[in-house]
C-alpha cells in the first residue's frame, strides 16, 4: 500500500492541508471544555451574567471555526483522495491493456475487474478517512489527557487507565478482525468470477436446463461469504459496546470520587464536568479510530492488490528504442519477404511442453496463406506470436526483413490487421465499431470496408444503416453478421499482414467464397494469414502451412500437400467423407 503513495506526490497540498484544517478543529474542540469551568464555576455559580455570555459567544465562535475547519478539511481531503485514485485507475487500466493473454488469462478477468472497480473504491474511501482521522483521533485522545493533567494531576492518571484499556480492547479486536477481512476481498474476487461466468453463459445455462445446479452452486458460495462476513462483523461488533461499557464504568467511578472531592473542596463543579467532557471526547475519538482502523485494514489489502498488479513485469516484450533500418550479417534473411520463421520456439508460461516447436517458413508480400491442423496444433500461437501477443521462447521472426524485436509493439501492431477466432464487438454504432481500426475514417471508407466485406448488404437492412447501435457484444447480430463486421474493422486500416484466425466459421461456403475471391483482389494487397480447419477454404491459398501438435508438418500448395503430408490428407479424406455424407442425407 505505501508504495502507491508515491502517486499522492501531485497531491501534497492537499494531503497536507486536510489533516491541518482536521487538527485546528480538534484545537478548538479541546478548548470548549476549559469554556465550561468559567461558565459553571464563575458564571452561574457567581451568578455572574458577563462570564456567562462571553463564554456561551466564545463556545458558539469556537465551534463556527471548528466547523469550517471540518468543511475545509472534508474538501481537501475528498480532493485529495479523488484525484490520487483516479491517478491510480489511469496507470492501472494502462498497465492491464499492456499484460500479455497468457497474464490476462492467468490472472483472470473477475479479478482485474474486482481490483479496478471494488478495490479502488475501497482505497479511495480509506485515503479521505485516513486523511481526516489519522492524526486528528490521536490529537484529541492526547490533547484531552494534557489537557485533564492540566485541571487535575489524579484525574490524569484516571485517564490514563481508561485509555489504556480502550487500546487493549481496541487492538484485540483488530488483530482477529484484520486478517478475516483480508479473506472477505479474496472471496469476492470469486463471487465476481462466478456472476461474470454465469452472466456470460446464461444461454448455455437455459439450454442444458442447469439452472438450478447453478443457483445452488452461487447460493453456497454466497453463504461461504456471508458467514465469513458475518464472523468478521461479529469480531469487530464488539468494538463499539466494549468502549461504550468501559466509558459508562469510568465515567461513573470519575461522578463517584468526583462528589466526594466536591464535597471535601479539592474539586470544583465546573472541573468535573469539564472532565466528562474530555472522557466523552475521548471515548468518541477510540471509536472512530477503531473503525479507522478496520477501514485502513481494507484499504490496506485492497492497495496489495492493485500493487500486484501494479509491480507485475508485462511479459510481451516492448523494446523502447523506434524503428530503425538495420542489417544482420548472422543470418541469411530473404528481403522480400513480409514474414519469415527461423528455429522459433514458444513455451506457455510454466508449461513444460513446447507449444511451438522449430518453426521455419518464409511468406512473401502480399500472398494469401492458409494455416490448418487439428484442433490444439498450435494455428492460433503460431499467428498471435507473429502480432506479438505473446513472447517467443527462442528463434528469430522477420517482419519485412527485419527482426520483431526491432519495432515498439505500436509499430508492430500498426501493420496488421487481426481479426480473432471470438468477435469482440463492442456497444457502440456500426461506424464507431469500424473506427476502432481507423479513427479518422470517414462513411465512404466505412461502406467500402463493409462491401469488402461482405457486410454491406444486411448493414443496409438496419433502420439505421451504419448509425445502428449494437448491442453488448453484438448480440443482435448472427455469428455470420458479427464476423464480417469483424473483418471489415481489419480492412477499413488496410493493413500490409492480415490474419483471419478461424473467423469465417459461421458463414455458409458461398458467402465464404466470395469473401475469400475479395480478400485476394484487394487493392492495397495485403499479406493475408488464414487460420481454418475447412480444408475447402485453402482453394484460394497460395501456400498452405499444416500445423500438428506444435510442429509445422506440411508446407506448399493443396496439391502438393496432399501428395505429401499424410496430417493433410487425413483431414482432407476425413472432411470429403462428411461433406458426401451430408450430401446423401
Known amino acids: 500500500m505505501f508504495s502507491l503513495l508515491r502517486y499522492m506526490k501531485e497531491y501534497k497540498k492537499e494531503a497536507i492541508l486536510a489533516p491541518v484544517f482536521k487538527m485546528l478543529e480538534a484545537f478548538f474542540e479541546l478548548l470548549i471544555p476549559f469554556l465550561l469551568i468559567q461558565l459553571f464555576d464563575v458564571g452561574i455559580g457567581e451568578q455572574n451574567q458577563r462570564v456567562i455570555w462571553l463564554q456561551i459567544i466564545l463556545m458558539l465562535i469556537f465551534a463556527l471555526i471548528g466547523l469550517i475547519s471540518s468543511i475545509t478539511a472534508q474538501f481537501y481531503a475528498a480532493k485529495a483522495a479523488v484525484s490520487f485514485t483516479a491517478k491510480i485507475r489511469e496507470i492501472l487500466f494502462d498497465k492491464l491493456l499492456h499484460f500479455s493473454w497468457f497474464q490476462i488469462d492467468r490472472m483472470g478477468t473477475s479479478t482485474l475487474i474486482n481490483r479496478m472497480s471494488q478495490d479502488m473504491n475501497q482505497i479511495q474511501s480509506g485515503v479521505n478517512m485516513i486523511l481526516r482521522l489519522f492524526l486528528r483521533s490521536p490529537f484529541v485522545v492526547f490533547g484531552s489527557l494534557v489537557m485533564v493533567f492540566i485541571l487535575d494531576r489524579k484525574a490524569g492518571f484516571f485517564f490514563v487507565a481508561l485509555i489504556i484499556l480502550l487500546g487493549i480492547l481496541v487492538f484485540m479486536v483488530l488483530v482477529v478482525t484484520l486478517p478475516l477481512y483480508g479473506e472477505v476481498q479474496n472471496r469476492l ?3 465476481v468470477l462466478l456472476l461474470k461466468e454465469n452472466l456470460s453463459g446464461i444461454r448455455f445455462i437455459r439450454s442444458f436446463v442447469v439452472k438450478r445446479q447453478e443457483i445452488e452452486n452461487y447460493d453456497a458460495k454466497a ?3 456471508y458467514r465469513l462476513q458475518k464472523r468478521a462483523a461479529t469480531f469487530a461488533s ?3 459496546p466494549g468502549t461504550i461499557l468501559i466509558l459508562n464504568v469510568f465515567m461513573v467511578l470519575l461522578l463517584y470520587t468526583g462528589a466526594f472531592r466536591i464535597g471535601e473542596g479539592t474539586l470544583s463543579k465546573g472541573v468535573l464536568i469539564a472532565l466528562l467532557n474530555y472522557m466523552a471526547q475521548i471515548l468518541g475519538e477510540f471509536v472512530k479510530f477503531a473503525n479507522l482502523m478496520l477501514i485502513i485494514n481494507k484499504t490496506a489489502v485492497s492497495g496489495r492488490r492493485v500493487q500486484e498488479l501494479l509491480s507485475s513485469e508485462v511479459e510481451v516484450e516492448q523494446p523502447d528504442h523506434v524503428f530503425v533500418q538495420s542489417e544482420d550479417g548472422t543470418k541469411q534473411i530473404d528481403k522480400t519477404a513480409a514474414v ?6 514458444l513455451i506457455y508460461g510454466s508449461n513444460k511442453e513446447p507449444s511451438l516447436k522449430d518453426i521455419n517458413f518464409s511468406v512473401k508480400k502480399g500472398q494469401f496463406i492458409g494455416i490448418t491442423g487439428p484442433t490444439g496444433s498450435g494455428k492460433s500461437s503460431l499467428l498471435y506470436l507473429l502480432a506479438g501477443f505473446y513472447t517467443k521462447t527462442s528463434g528469430e521472426i522477420y517482419v519485412d526483413g527485419q527482426k520483431q524485436s526491432a519495432y515498439s509493439l505500436n509499430q508492430l501492431r500498426a501493420k496488421f490487421g487481426i481479426v480473432l477466432q471470438k468477435t469482440v464487438l463492442f456497444q457502440r454504432s456500426i ?19 463493409l462491401e469488402q466485406a461482405e457486410a454491406l448488404s444486411f448493414v443496409k437492412e438496419k433502420m439505421d444503416g451504419i448509425q445502428e447501435l449494437l448491442y453488448q457484444g453484438g448480440n443482435n447480430l448472427s455469428g455470420g453478421q458479427k464476423q464480417r463486421l469483424a473483418i471489415a474493422r481489419a480492412l477499413i486500416k488496410k493493413p500490409e499482414i492480415l490474419i483471419l484466425d478461424d473467423c469465417t466459421s459461421a458463414l455458409d461456403y458461398q458467402t465464404e467464397k466470395r469473401l475469400w475471391n ?6 492495397f494487397q495485403p499479406t493475408i494469414f488464414m487460420v481454418s480447419q475447412r480444408i475447402q477454404s485453402m482453394d484460394q491459398a497460395d501456400l498452405i502451412l499444416v500445423m500438428d501438435q506444435g510442429e509445422l508438418v506440411g508446407y506448399g500448395t493443396s496439391t502438393e500437400l496432399l501428395e505429401t503430408c499424410k496430417v493433410y490428407q487425413e483431414l482432407y479424406q476425413s472432411q470429403k467423407e462428411s461433406q458426401v455424407n451430408h450430401e446423401a442425407i
Not at 518 to 523: D, F, G, M, N, S
Open 189 to 191: 474476487d470469486h463471487m
Open 223 to 225: 453463504d461461504a461469504l
Open 238 to 240: 464488539f468494538l463499539n
Open 340 to 345: 519469415e520463421y527461423q528455429h522459433v520456439n
Open 431 to 449: 461506424l464507431d465499431n469500424l473506427k476502432m481500426g481507423k479513427p479518422e475514417c470517414n462513411t465512404e471508407e466505412a461502406l467500402l470496408a
Open 518 to 523: 475479395t480478400l485476394k483482389h484487394l487493392p
